[in-house]
């Protein structure tokens, strides 16, 4: 089974509903160990949970450049 495949969670990404992007850290696409580091995140950045989603991260997210960010 191929990694892609294979669906394995990677770590956790906070998407912006109202803005349709996932959130950044510097200039790449910020990705949590874990729910709860996510969650750390969204409190950091003092950002609407009602506002936001937490999405599950897996190897093919990253393989079609997860959050098409252009940077790092």
Do not use: P
């Amino acid at each position: 089974m191929s990694v892609e495949s294979s669906g394995a969670v990677v770590g956790y990404s906070i998407f912006a509903m109202d803005e349709e992007c996932y959130e950044y850290n510097e200039n790449a696409c910020y990705i949590a160990a874990t729910g709860e580091s996510a969650d750390a995140f969204r409190d950091a950045c003092d950002l609407d949970s009602a506002a936001v989603r937490i999405d599950a991260v897996v190897w093919g997210d990253l393989l079609r450049d997860f959050g098409s960010s252009r940077g790092e």
